[in-house]
């Protein structure tokens, strides 16, 4: 195995440093619109979380994403998230260990 330069970033809740691909990206896009990125393309300022929900609830507790992404995030955004989030979490564990193999350059 050679070692491969895998791109870490930290959870704003838990402020863990981990690879990309372990994280769900939050975007808030140039509409303000404050949205759930799983592809990790969408335009905007990003914030990242673990893929797990307890994370999203301490960050909705702590207001982590409204420092990250530099706006007041509603509460009913953090509702829309919370459940865009439980929503994509199983999909996100489950597709987590196809992508294992092609890290993008
Ligand atoms: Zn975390």
Redesign the pocket.
């Known amino acids: 195995m050679r070692p491969r330069k895998i791109p870490l970033r930290k ?1 704003v ?2 402020q ?1 440093m981990k690879p990309k691909k372990e994280l769900i990206r939050v975007v808030r896009t140039p509409d303000e619109a404050v949205l759930i990125d799983l592809t990790g393309k969408k335009a905007g300022r990003g914030a990242y ?2 893929g ?1 929900v307890d ?1 999203f609830r ?1 960050a909705k507790k702590s207001r982590a994403l409204d420092r990250a992404l530099k706006q007041t995030v509603g509460p009913e955004i953090y509702d829309q998230l919370a459940q865009d989030f439980i929503a994509v979490e199983d999909e996100f564990i489950a597709g987590k260990d196809e992508m294992d193999d092609d890290e993008e350059a």
Do not use: N, S, W
């Open positions: 959870c809740a838990c863990e979380l673990c797990q994370c301490l």
